[in-house]
């Protein structure tokens, strides 16, 4: 029987978001694939930070290393970082201490169970979280695109931005242009918590415009 230890992480630091239904699901895959469980290791905080400052990550790989794991149980990519080059290195970490990681929603790993290494798996690791980058930087550079064009024409026909101005009501139309990006986002059906992480706006401005615009 082959020890593993599951890695489980979410970007809340509060009681909004829990790491349980990862944990079972990893279970539920460990208990069908006769893996023994040696620990469990729960993370709050935000896949954006470099591997230097994740803790309990760092103490997770300690572990395995000292400990003779040998897979290392993930529910999906983004877990492990929304960095590339972040993901990247705890991948070459893990081939240099030969510890496999097993990725549940991608399906794939570092190493069959011959023992092969998959060829394609740092190229689709480097596909996947590019990809999910860009759309944050596009996401983000969009909505700072709009928030310009809307304070440029405020100025032109008022000499105000029309952001920020104590007792003023901003009228719906202007509220739509301003947060065009998330407004789209939650009609796609994004959860707020989501939209708020891509658009760089918070968690409660994202719950008013769902509330405001009945979406």
Same mark, same amino acid.
């Given at each position: 029987?082959?020890? @593993?230890?599951?890695?489980?992480?979410?970007?809340?630091?509060?009681?909004?978001?829990?790491?349980?239904?990862?944990?079972?699901?990893?279970?539920?895959?460990?208990?069908?694939?006769?893996?023994?469980?040696?620990?469990?290791?729960?993370?709050?905080?935000?896949?954006?930070?470099?591997?230097?400052?994740?803790?309990?990550?760092?103490?997770?790989?300690?572990?395995?290393?000292?400990?003779?794991?040998?897979?290392?149980?993930?529910?999906?990519?983004?877990?492990?970082?929304?960095?590339?080059? #972040?993901?990247?290195?705890?991948?070459?970490?893990?081939?240099?201490?030969?510890?496999?990681?097993?990725?549940?929603?991608?399906?794939?790993?570092?190493?069959?169970?011959?023992?092969?290494?998959?060829?394609?798996?740092?190229?689709?690791? @480097?596909?996947?979280?590019? @990809?999910?980058?860009?759309?944050? #930087?596009?996401?983000?550079?969009?909505?700072?695109?709009?928030?310009?064009?809307?304070?440029?024409?405020?100025?032109?026909?008022?000499?105000?931005?029309?952001?920020?101005?104590?007792?003023?009501?901003?009228?719906?139309?202007?509220? @739509?242009? #301003?947060?065009? #990006?998330?407004?789209?986002?939650?009609?796609?059906?994004?959860?707020?918590?989501?939209?708020a992480k891509l658009t760089g706006i918070s968690e409660s401005t994202v719950k008013r415009l769902k509330k405001e615009f009945s979406i």
């Amino acid at each position: 029987m082959n020890n @593993a230890v599951i890695y489980a992480r979410v970007s809340s630091t509060g009681d909004r978001q829990s790491t349980e239904r990862q944990v079972l699901d990893l279970r539920e895959y460990a208990s069908k694939n006769d893996l023994n469980i040696q620990q469990v290791y729960e993370e709050h905080i935000s896949g954006a930070k470099k591997n230097s400052e994740r803790v309990i990550l760092t103490e997770c790989l300690d572990f395995c290393k000292d400990n003779g794991t040998d897979i290392l149980l993930v529910s999906e990519l983004s877990r492990l970082g929304r960095n590339v080059d #972040e993901v990247l290195s705890t991948i070459r970490w893990s081939k240099e201490n030969k510890l496999n990681i097993f990725l549940q929603k991608e399906g794939i790993s570092i190493y069959d169970r011959d023992g092969k290494e998959n060829p394609y798996l740092t190229i689709m690791i @480097a596909v996947l979280g590019t @990809a999910a980058q860009l759309e944050r #930087e596009n996401i983000s550079f969009r909505l700072q695109s709009g928030r310009r064009r809307y304070v440029e024409r405020n100025l032109a026909l008022t000499g105000k931005s029309g952001l920020g101005r104590e007792g003023y009501r901003k009228p719906k139309d202007q509220k @739509a242009e #301003e947060y065009k #990006e998330p407004l789209k986002l939650l009609r796609k059906g994004y959860p707020y918590r989501k939209v708020a992480k891509l658009t760089g706006i918070s968690e409660s401005t994202v719950k008013r415009l769902k509330k405001e615009f009945s979406i």
